[in-house]
C-alpha cells in the first residue's frame, strides 16, 4: 500500500519511502507546508507572506527608494512597483517623490504598514517556531545554515 501525498492532501502525512528520497519532492512539499503555515499566521492581518516580506524590507527608520527595496528583495522593479502600488491602496505604505532626486520615489510604512508589520512579524514567527518544532534547536540551526550555504553559494550547472 503506498502512502504517497497527493496533492491537496493535509499536511502532517508521510510521503512513501521511495518519494522520501527524492530531493525535490521533499523541497517541494516541506515549502508547501511553510507556506500554509506562513499564510494561515498572516491571513488575520489581510496579507500574503510575499507582502509582509515587502513591509518588513521596507520597515526601515528612512524611507526607502523603490529600487533599493526591489533590490534587498531580489525582485524586479515593475514587480515592485505592483506590490507597493497594492499596499499603498490598502494604506499601509505611502509612497513620495525622494527630496534630493525628484526622479526616485521613496516608501515608507505608515502607522498602520507599522502595526501590521510588528503584527505579522510576530505571526509568522510563531508560525517558522511550529514549522520548525519537530527539530532541535540546533538542528534548526543547522537547517538555515544549509540552506544559506545553498542560496549564497548555488553550484555550477552541469552542462
Known sequence: ??????????????????MAGHLGYLLKHVHLRFFELGAAA???????????????????PRPLAQGEIARRMGIDRTTMVALIDDLQGRGLVQRRQ????RRKNVVEL?????????QATRAG?????????????SEAEQFRKAL??????PPAVPG
Not at 525622494?98 to 532626486?101: F, G, K, V
Not at 544559506?148 to 553559494?153: G, I, P, T
Open 125 to 137: 514567527d510563531q508560525a517558522e517556531r511550529a514549522f520548525l518544532s519537530p527539530l532541535s534547536a
Open 98 to 101: 525622494a527630496p534630493d532626486d
Open 148 to 153: 544559506r550555504a545553498l542560496l549564497c553559494d
Open 1 to 18: 500500500m503506498s502512502t504517497q501525498i497527493p496533492d491537496g492532501e493535509p499536511p502532517g502525512t508521510r510521503p512513501s519511502t521511495e
Open 110 to 118: 505608515t502607522e498602520a504598514g507599522r502595526d501590521t508589520v510588528r
Open 42 to 60: 498572516l491571513a488575520p492581518f489581510g496579507i500574503s507572506g510575499r507582502e509582509a516580506a515587502v513591509l518588513r524590507a521596507i520597515n526601515d
